[in-house]
């Protein structure tokens, strides 16, 4: 049974840096894409994050660009999240997810529809 188990979330201040887990089980996603997106109260699930199989391309939501860091450790079967200079605007349930498809070492894909399984969410609450 494959899981996705997000950990991290938390309740901060803005400013503050949380830094997100994603440890997958299972099955190795070292050949996949894997991605954060999050979901606030009333709004559709977004793209936060999302990094290739080789960790060596990156992409983010314009919202986080210069924020957020997107990273993977293949032996460990998990992606990170690290957050910085966080603002109430970055409220939202925390969602990782990962590719089946195993595509070029620069594959990053940013769609919903691109990806196959889903962790629980991780709630973040930023206050100012």
């Known amino acids: 049974q494959v899981q996705l188990v997000e950990s991290g979330g938390g309740s901060v201040q803005a400013g503050d840096s949380l830094r997100l887990s994603c440890a997958a089980s299972?099955?190795?996603?070292?050949?996949?894409?894997m991605g954060w997106f999050r979901q606030a109260p009333g709004k559709e699930r977004e793209s936060v994050a999302a990094?290739?199989?080789?960790?060596?391309?990156?992409l983010y939501a314009d919202s986080v660009k210069g924020r957020f860091t997107i990273s993977r450790d293949n032996a460990k079967n998990t992606v990170y999240l690290q957050m910085n200079s966080l603002k109430p605007e970055d409220t939202a349930v925390y969602y990782c997810a990962a590719d089946t498809y195993s595509g070029s070492r620069s594959y990053t894909p940013v769609s919903r529809a691109q990806y196959e399984y889903w962790g629980q969410g991780t709630q973040v609450t930023v206050s100012s």
């Open positions: 299972g099955r190795t996603f070292s050949r996949n894409a």
């Open positions: 990094i290739s199989w080789s960790g060596g391309s990156t």
